[in-house]
């Protein structure tokens, strides 16, 4: 990735990681004090969700 630091982009891939490991949003690690980290993580996340099942698809931890 372009234009984020080596800290954010691992933060990013530890957010996917967790994804493909069946983890929900609520096992990131980071509390709001954490906002940086919590929004790498979290986008990691939801951007493999996006890759995975499309767009269109209600996240693993919400409901329909």
């Not at 919590?38 to 951007?47: E, H, I, P, T, V």
């Amino acid at each position: 990735m372009q234009g984020i630091s080596t800290k954010d982009q691992k933060t990013y891939q530890a957010g996917k990681k967790a994804y493909f490991e069946g983890r929900t949003r609520n096992a990131c690690p980071f509390g709001s004090s954490d906002i940086k980290d919590k929004s790498f993580w979290l986008a990691g996340w939801a951007d493999a969700d996006i890759e995975t099942v499309g767009i269109n698809h209600f996240g693993r931890d919400d409901h329909d």
